[in-house]
T-cell receptor, first 113, second 116 residues
Framework: GDSVTQMEGPVTLSEEAFLTINCTYTATGYPSLFWYVQYPGEGLQLLLKATKADDKGSNKGFEATYRKETTSFHLEKGSVQVSDSAVYFCALRDNTGGFKTIFGAGTRLFVKA | GAGVSQSPRYKVAKRGQDVALRCDPISGHVSLFWYQQALGQGPEFLTYFQNEAQLDKSGLPSDRFFAERPEGSVSTLKIQRTQQEDSAVYLC??????????????FGSGTQLSVL
């Protein structure tokens, strides 16, 4: 079945460092790809998305490109802030009729001042 | 309402007890999903409703788990004869349309279930 694998955390960075969180997927169809974020004490919320190959999703300085050839959707940010500390979940949505969204295990990010 | 509302926020049950978890989705949202999130893990799909129809229940771990959405709005997840392995956060999510490739999920804050 469809699945998502993302790098294990925690990831600890200093403020203004470059961030990459790796995500790869397995899917039989042509899924949509998402990054969701969970800030401390809050519910999951959408960070960015891409619906087809080569699309780039972006929001709040974060970016991810849908790479069909490498089945990847890595999350990047050029300069992280303390307020980016959160858990990040890579996810895919089955578009072949099932409609469910499948999540990776999550990667916790700590940003130090 | 302004967002997806779940109740109770916390539930402690003795092993063998039945529990009912409620989800109030955003008004007008067609799709409703239940997920189970164990500590340190990502959400695991349980079941999906489109209006009142339960179209996918492939993620329900056993026949002790049952979900309903009788009028196409509020949904209840029921767990019978709870076991310790049922301890987790149960998340509800809703979305407006079921066929938009970029459709996002709106999540509630979850119900944290602890089975003693």
């Amino acid at each position: 079945g469809d699945s998502v694998t993302q790098m294990e955390g925690p990831v600890t960075l200093s403020e203004e460092a470059f961030l990459t969180i790796n995500c790869t997927y397995t899917a039989t169809g042509y899924p949509s790809l998402f990054w969701y974020v969970q800030y401390p004490g809050e519910g999951l919320q959408l960070l960015l998305k891409a619906t087809k190959a080569d699309d780039k999703g972006s929001n709040k300085g974060f970016e991810a490109t849908y790479r069909k050839e490498t089945t990847s959707f890595h999350l990047e940010k050029g300069s992280v802030q303390v307020s980016d500390s959160a858990v990040y979940f890579c996810a895919l949505r089955d578009n072949t009729g099932g409609f469910k969204t499948i999540f990776g295990a999550g990667t916790r990010l700590f940003v130090k001042a | 309402g302004a967002g997806v509302s779940q109740s109770p926020r916390y539930k402690v049950a003795k092993r063998g007890q039945d529990v009912a978890l409620r989800c109030d989705p955003i008004s007008g949202h067609v799709s409703l999903f239940w997920y189970q999130q164990a500590l340190g893990q990502g959400p695991e799909f349980l079941t999906y409703f489109q209006n009142e129809a339960q179209l996918d229940k492939s993620g329900l771990p056993s026949d002790r788990f049952f979900a309903e959405r009788p009028e196409g709005s509020v949904s209840t997840l029921k767990i019978q004869r709870t076991q310790q392995e049922d301890s987790a956060v149960y998340l509800c999510a809703s979305s407006l349309l079921s066929r938009d490739r970029g459709e996002k999920l709106f999540f509630g804050s979850g119900t944290q279930l602890s089975v003693l």
